[in-house]
């Protein structure tokens, strides 16, 4: 016999209802596919391109705490404006992020990542010198590519310096695809 | 310094035991209570997770919880009288708890609960001893006695 899937869901959200998650996860459907969406009491934590939680779960309880569980409600703001953003609706994210544990390098560049407006692009080498060092494209680069919120905290506006696209944790096309919704052309 | 196990994710112990944690307060706590008792043991271990210093011996731990949950609920004046519903027909191959715990139905909570966890799950005496707030003489004891009755009433004609 196994738990019955009305006591396991009852389960799930009394957990996060009474608080008792450090972070709470599940997948969103997607027009680009599948996501895995992680938020802590304090923001969304992780959007994933792999919806398998299996690689993820050990390093976000490393970050955020071992109470993690499956659970839809706390999930669902992001859902909403992840769909809204989607369907073309919404151009700006509302959602608070949580980037927990991060070096400071890449706190910075993705809190300035968040100031690239919807529609736009900006460079390796903008962005650096936005931070204050100009110097540090690359370093840019890898800190974007270690992004742990794609698509909430724009990381696809960023682009090479003779406007090519670059790298994407999520593959070029779909970065293509994204720029591709913001300039209304999707 | 030792490494210790890191204490696994929430969601993958879940997984892993839940379906276990069910049955085994399906035939502990009732089929009346089971829900609501499946609720407290998981709520109780959520609560107490972030003390846990270590991912050993956490199935132990968390049929403690069980264990506790189901004996309090014995403890409470029964709202209602609780009959037990027909068993399922027996399958072929029930894993050797799921056949004690079928077995001890008449047993006093406490020498059910002991002999399940020591014969069923294999439990040591000091994991029992939590789960029964006792003493691992007392578990011990327990579990004896529950044997023993157990055989008495196996020979009853």
Redesign the interface.
């Known amino acids: 016999?196994?738990?019955?899937a009305e006591?396991?869901r009852?389960?799930r959200e009394?957990?996060a209802t009474?608080g008792?998650?450090d972070v709470a996860y599940d997948v969103v459907e997607a027009p680009i596919g599948a996501l895995l969406v992680a938020v802590t009491p304090a923001g969304v934590c992780l959007v994933s391109f792999d919806p398998d939680?299996e690689q993820q779960?050990?390093p976000?309880?490393r970050a955020f705490?071992?109470?993690?569980?499956?659970a839809a409600r706390p999930v669902e703001p992001a859902r909403r404006e992840l769909d809204e953003y989607f369907a073309g609706r919404r151009d700006a994210f509302d959602l608070p992020v949580d980037l927990g544990p991060l070096p400071a390098f890449q706190r910075l560049v993705l809190t300035e990542l968040a100031n690239v407006p919807y529609g736009a692009t900006e460079t390796y080498g903008g962005l650096a010198a936005r931070v204050g060092r100009p110097r540090a494209a690359r370093a840019v680069g890898g800190a974007l590519n270690r992004n742990p919120v794609p698509i909430v905290l724009p990381c696809h506006r960023v682009v090479g310096s003779t406007g090519r696209l670059v790298g994407y944790a999520g593959g070029l096309e779909l970065k293509a695809r994204l720029l591709a919704l913001e300039s209304g052309l999707a | 310094m030792m490494e210790v196990v890191p204490v696994p994710p929430f969601e993958t112990l879940y997984e892993t035991h839940r379906d276990g944690v069910y049955r085994y307060l399906r035939r502990l706590a009732g089929a009346g209570e089971v829900d609501d008792a499946f609720q407290d043991t998981f709520l109780r271990a959520l609560r107490a997770y972030p003390r846990l210093r270590s991912g050993e011996h956490l199935r132990a731990w968390l049929y403690t919880i069980a264990t506790r949950v189901a004996l309090d609920g014995k403890r409470r004046p029964a709202p209602r009288p609780v009959a037990q519903p027909p068993e399922l027909p027996v399958l072929a191959g029930r894993p050797p708890h799921a056949e004690l715990e079928h077995l001890t139905g008449g047993l006093p909570p406490t020498e059910r609960a002991a002999v399940v966890l020591r014969y069923g799950y294999d439990l040591s005496y000091a994991d029992i001893a939590t789960a029964l707030g006792s003493t691992e003489a007392a578990a011990r004891q327990a579990a004896s006695s529950g044997v023993r009755r157990l055989r008495e009433r196996s020979v009853r004609p």
């Open positions: 016999m196994t738990v019955p006591v396991d009852r389960l009394r957990a009474e008792l998650l939680p779960l050990v976000l309880a705490g071992a109470r993690i569980l499956q």
